[in-house]
């Protein structure tokens, strides 16, 4: 009876040191979860989704370097604990496999983000029927590459479209948005170069964005064929239909009211029977033409958040326009608005590449004459 009883005291004794080492674990599981929320509402505090870029950068960096660094340090922590206690050796041995298993994961989850999803490059295909046309015309709606510098990415984007045999091309802006020590001086005749290889038979069309102020200094004649449009019309006969554009200014795209009187005055000098693209490099313009005879707005500069999370939706659009219209192509009363989520990412004062459920991409309009209802 007194060797059951020790037995039982000792069974006893065991039990309670795993209920308070499980205990533990649990403990150091939510203190880690807590300090991870800390941490990212002081990034939305200082203003990282307003957006400030920095912050957006420092939200990058610990979540998806400092915090797997400080996770595999806590692995090595319970690892060597699990040698040292061999009462808790099985305890100490899953609290390290845990945290290594999560730091793995949040390497990976960087590596995909910064260096697999910004170049996906996505191709969208529209397809829009038009009674103002005889002939089919294969637009191709580009935007914000934003390169950084000029790299095989690049490259790959313009052999994607010359692939596609476009009729015309429109960028929506933001070309380059050069990382030192590379400079626009070295890097938009590399740009130009391969626009010029691309150049399709309606010629390719731009306006101003956010980050090319060193365009405005550059004369028409060192930009061709790049033609840029900027509080201007372009009238171009297909020969099947004519095609007018009307490309508004950077300061036009942010604001309604800036935008109305060109609006206004392209819409007087064009004829009914012309197909009519307004394009802009932000969005927000669309929000005052949804009543007017326009057939097709385009727009980008919201990346499609770059960063859009399930259920929730992109985190940053920089915007005023509703989230479900950063992105994508739809009806917004009289016209339509195809919004570009980009073919780059924003590399603001040399902020890392990165996207989440939003690959970079392109759309190809094909603008198809009507079908006769019989």
Same mark, same amino acid.
């Given at each position: ?23 533990? /674990? %649990? ?47 806590? #692995?090595?922590?319970?690892? #060597?604990? #699990? ?11 899953? %609290? =390290? ?51 950084? /510098? ?25 070309? %380059? ?7 626009? #001086? ?16 309606? /010629? ?19 930009? =061709?064929?790049?033609?840029? @449009? ?48 307004? $394009?802009?490099? =932000? ?8 009543? @007017? ?35 994508? $192509? ?12 980009? =073919? /780059? ?5 040399? @902020?890392?590449?990165?996207? $989440? ?6 759309? %190809? ?10």
């Amino acid at each position: 009876m007194k060797e059951l009883s020790e037995l039982g005291m000792t069974d006893h004794g065991t039990r309670r040191k795993g209920r308070s080492f499980w205990k533990f /674990g %649990l403990l150091t599981v939510l203190a880690a979860v807590l300090y991870v929320l800390i941490r990212n509402s002081l990034y939305v505090r200082a203003g990282m989704l307003n957006p400030n870029f920095s912050e957006i950068q420092k939200a990058y960096d610990f979540n998806l370097w400092e915090l797997p660094m400080t996770l595999f340090g806590l #692995a090595a922590l319970f690892a #060597a604990l #699990a040698v040292l206690w061999s009462g808790l050796r099985r305890g100490w041995l899953c %609290l =390290a496999v845990l945290y290594a298993f999560v730091g793995v994961d949040l390497l990976v989850l960087r590596y995909y983000v910064t260096s697999v999803e910004p170049q996906r490059l996505l191709v969208h295909h529209i397809r829009l029927e038009t009674p103002k046309l005889m002939q089919t015309i294969r637009v191709l709606h580009i935007s914000d590459i934003q390169s950084g /510098g000029i790299t095989d990415y690049e490259v790959k984007v313009f052999e994607q479209i010359k692939a596609l045999e476009p009729d015309l091309i429109l960028n929506t802006g933001d070309l %380059l948005q050069v990382v030192p020590p590379a400079t626009f #001086a070295s890097e938009f005749p590399k740009l130009l170069q391969l626009i010029q290889a691309v150049n399709p038979r309606l /010629g390719t069309y731009a306006v101003y964005g956010d980050t090319e102020r060193e365009l405005y200094g550059v004369s028409p004649d060192n930009m =061709a064929p790049l033609k840029m @449009l900027s509080s201007r019309t372009a009238r171009i006969n297909t020969g099947d239909g004519v095609l007018s554009l009307h490309g508004l200014s950077l300061y036009q795209s942010k604001n309604q009211s800036w935008a109305t009187r060109t609006v206004e005055d392209w819409l007087a000098s064009s004829v009914a029977g012309e197909f009519r693209i307004l $394009f802009g490099h =932000a969005p927000d313009y669309a929000l005052d033409v949804t009543d @007017l005879p326009i057939d097709l707005c385009l727009a980008g500069h919201t990346h499609g958040g770059q960063i859009r999370l399930p259920w929730f939706g992109p985190l940053v659009i920089d915007s005023e326009v509703p989230k479900e219209w950063s992105k994508g $192509f739809r009806r917004i009363g009289v016209p339509y608005l195809n919004v570009s989520a980009g =073919a /780059g990412s924003n590399r603001f004062e040399g @902020l890392s590449k990165m996207r $989440f459920n939003c690959p970079t991409e392109m759309t %190809l309009i094909e603008l198809v004459p009507m079908r006769p209802i019989r």
